[in-house]
Nanobody, 122 residues
Framework: QVQLVESGGGLVQAGESLKLSCAAY????????MGWYRQAPGKQRELVAS???????NYVDSVKGRFTISRDNAKNTVYLQMNGLKPEDTAVYYC????????????????WGKGTLVTVSS
């Protein structure tokens, strides 16, 4: 069973930066996509950013130009550099990893971390 361990959350003021890290342990196979989701109080969990093993990235519009996702395939680790943080970025951030069971990715195994809290004060 793959275990995802996140780190890097905390309390910052608006405009400051944080970097989240997520390492995948006990993975004996390639992880196709890694990403970060977030869930603010009273809201649904949303995809923040994702990155494929080839390096293709995807971002939600609200973080484009401020957040950067990257990964180290050799270490099975994904990072999220968050700059220019805003109070509306306050949420629990969850790491996600997906292993494709079909070539299209329509069938996949997904894994979740326990989450790390990011709080941005105004």
């Amino acid at each position: 069973q793959v275990q995802l361990v996140e780190s890097g959350g905390g309390l910052v003021q608006a405009g400051e930066s944080l970097k989240l890290s997520c390492a995948a342990y006990r993975s004996t196979f390639s992880i196709n996509v890694m990403g970060w989701y977030r869930q603010a109080p009273g809201k649904q969990r949303e995809l923040v950013a994702s990155i494929t093993s080839a390096g293709s990235t995807n971002y939600v519009d609200s973080v484009k130009g401020r957040f950067t996702i990257s990964r180290d395939n050799a270490k099975n680790t994904v990072y999220l550099q968050m700059n220019g943080l805003k109070p509306e970025d306050t949420a629990v951030y969850y790491c996600n990893a997906a292993r494709f069971l079909s070539s299209s990715g329509a069938s996949r195994m997904t894994y979740w971390g326990k989450g790390t809290l990011v709080t941005v004060s105004s």
